[in-house]
């Protein structure tokens, strides 16, 4: 099952790579769209939703009979009080009491048992709707592609997918089934007041639409204060996540203190924003508490006269101070109601903004799985610029390249010439412009992203690791892998004998995001985990940048049996890494300006010869000496 639609406002698909992800929800209008669409989704638990909607009806009109029943028994026990004649009619008298006293312990029983059904069936609605859209949305924040995730922060994200998607859950409860409740209680109660006694039945109800206007009016002011709660408590969840998630830079730089200051600011306005919320609640509750008491003050004064005239019986009189008292917490409910369709339609945009994108990175219509045959990658003239919305200028022009298996190409290049853009676009996390990347002849456009996947593995510049197992962590691409599998894998990247040096060997936990792990032994862990996979294209995105030069040498030694059958790209700023390469590609402002291997280059003696030149100062001589002796 899915809530996700693929048409915008206008009827189009609303592509990923079009749409800023830091937009704002106007929460001054009520979407009735997407109340409907979050009331589809209740209704598709059919027999759920009609047990709720039926007991919340039941419930009410039990609920009624209360009044009713209190109102007969005071004319009852004034009877008796009045004294009987003769034994017999004060027998009868009292059966009867006796009999509507059971009534009213039966219509309370059974309101009480429908109202708990009601409350049970609705909760389970709401609980199974936030585990459809939570699955809905996560499913959706794998899909959508990098040029998306670019811009989006995690903490707004995370945000969405636990408040709105709670905020969305609750409408079954505080909205759907309260409506059908309310509607009984007050239909029901104005209808037997006013047919009682006109004039003391628009007395009774008398509080019931200023009260409920009053509580529209509250609620609607305590949603607004409520989003921008919301928004100070995402900036502190985003502060909180940025400072646990560089804590190293903030003890490095003693910068406890100013993120304190940061932290506390913030939380300063959060507490003023609740200190809002508290004085507009008390005020209107005050408000509303002397409206009623005034409408039963008049009733009161009223309806005792009309008890004294003989227009009304005392057990009327009380009939109407029953319904007075039953209808207080109802007709305050009203703005609650408001509250959840205000709640509903703002949180419900917010995610449905999320789950009707379509990503712009996925599989075409008719996509085949990609065929490997010699495992050759192809740039063709290829052209590539960031989706305008990003203003990022970075581009790349009329580059051609080709890689096969037993060969290793070189990327080096100044910063922002474009070097990590050719990766991204080899795994297709981006499309390009114009022209075309081809893996044996077929347009990896053309082709299953899962598949390409497989054959094009990418080691990141910056290694991620999970809060896991080492063991788990190199078995992430394949969790089928043996454990010769691993160790061999994590042997070539120069891993292995770190690992046994362990207490608990591969099942230490690296910590989050590998903490525990130097930023060396992350990235040969992340190399590792790519060797592991069986594909034809493997790229090392400058993924030794933190590995020392002879740990380096090392690597590429026992790499060299595994790179026979796959094609190997080297994207890095230090020569000594790729300065073996078959061919090397110098990139500058997203073009291809020299190109051949370390010795052609060096003699060519432009922008290349220019790096060598300047990386083999002599700090920096015995390493580069040292890589050119190796190979």
């Known amino acids: 099952m899915t809530t996700t639609t693929t048409s915008g ?14 937009y704002r929800i106007d929460v001054s209008n009520v979407d009735t769209r997407v109340l409907w669409r979050i009331t589809a989704i209740a209704f598709s638990h059919h027999w759920r939703m009609a047990l709720a909607i039926c007991a919340a009806i039941l419930a009410g009109i039990f609920q009624l009979f209360v009044p009713q029943f209190v109102g007969q028994a005071v004319d009852q026990v004034q009877g008796l009080l009045a004294g009987a004649v003769d034994g017999d009619a004060r027998e009868t008298a009292r059966d009867a009491l006796f009999r509507t006293a059971s009534l009213l312990m039966g219509a309370s029983v059974l309101r009480g048992l429908f109202t708990m059904v009601q409350n049970y069936q609705g909760e389970a609605v709401g609980q199974l709707i936030g585990y459809r859209l939570r699955l809905d949305y996560y499913r959706k924040l794998q899909t959508l592609s990098f040029s998306w995730h670019d811009r989006v922060h995690s903490g707004d994200l995370m945000t969405r997918g636990i ?19 309310l509607t009984v209680l007050i239909g029901g ?15 009774a109800l008398s509080f019931v639409p200023v009260v409920g206007i009053r509580a529209s009016i509250a609620r609607i002011k305590l949603r607004a204060s409520w989003l921008r709660l919301q928004d100070k408590l995402s900036d502190l969840t985003k502060v909180m996540e940025e400072n646990l998630g560089g804590i190293r830079v903030v003890r490095a730089f003693a910068a406890q203190a100013f993120e304190m200051l940061r932290f506390d600011r913030i939380s300063k306005e959060a507490v003023a924003i609740a200190h809002e919320r508290i004085l507009l609640f008390v005020r209107n509750t005050t408000q509303m508490t002397f409206i009623y008491y005034g409408a039963t003050t008049l009733v009161l004064w009223v309806g005792g006269h009309k008890v004294l005239d003989g227009d009304i019986t005392l057990g009327q009189f009380a009939e109407f101070l029953a319904f007075m008292a039953i209808l207080q917490m109802p007709v305050r409910q009203i703005g609650w109601m408001i509250n959840s369709i205000a709640r509903a339609s703002t949180c419900g945009g917010r995610l449905f903004a999320v789950l009707d994108l379509v990503p712009s990175i996925a599989d075409r219509p008719g996509a085949k799985p990609l065929e490997i045959t010699q495992g050759v990658l192809r740039f063709e ?41 050719v990766a991204h676009l080899m795994g297709r ?22 598949s390409l996947r497989g054959a094009v593995s990418i080691v990141q510049q910056q290694p991620f690791l999970f809060t896991s197992s080492i063991n788990h962590n190199l078995a992430y691409g394949d969790p089928w892998a043996g454990r010769s599998s691993i160790q061999r894998s994590a042997a070539a990247a120069q891993l292995h004998n770190y690992i046994k040096q362990l207490p608990t060997g591969y099942r230490t936990l ?49 790499l060299k049996d595994l790179v026979k059958k796959r094609a190997v790209i080297i994207i890095a700023h230090r020569l000594s890494s790729l300065m073996h390469a078959d061919e090397i590609v ?15 280059l060096i003699a060519l003696g432009g922008r290349y010869r220019e790096l060598y030149d300047l990386q083999s100062s002599p700090a920096d001589t015995r390493p580069l000496r040292e890589a050119a002796a190796e190979d």
């Open 586 to 600: 110098f990139l500058d402002e997203g073009r291809i300006v020299e190109r051949g291997s370390h010795d052609e």
């Open 381 to 421: 003239n290829v052209d590539f610029q960031y989706p305008a919305w990003t203003h990022d200028q970075r581009t790349l022009s009329g580059i051609n390249l080709e890689a096969r298996p037993g060969k290793t190409i070189g990327i080096v290049g100044p910063p922002g010439s474009g070097k990590s853009t």
């Open 163 to 181: 408040l709105d998607i709670e905020g969305m859950r609750l409408w079954v409860d505080t909205g759907i089934l309260r409506l059908f409740l």
């Open 9 to 22: 406002t206008n009827g189009q698909p609303r592509l990923d790579s079009k749409v800023d992800p830091n």
């Open 189 to 203: 109660g104005a209808f037997i007041l006013i047919d009682i006694d006109l004039t003391l039945g628009l007395l």
């Open 510 to 558: 690296v910590g989050e995001r590998g903490v525990s792990l130097s930023g060396g032994q992350r990235q040969r862990l992340s190399i590792a985990r790519s060797v592991m996979l069986d594909s034809a294209v493997l790229i090392l995105d400058d993924s030794t940048a933190a590995v020392d030069a002879a740990t380096e040498q090392r690597i590429r030694a026992a």
């Open 429 to 450: 996390y981006y499309d390009v412009t114009s022209g075309q990347i081809t893996i044996d002849g077929q347009d990896i456009r053309d082709v299953k992203l899962a």
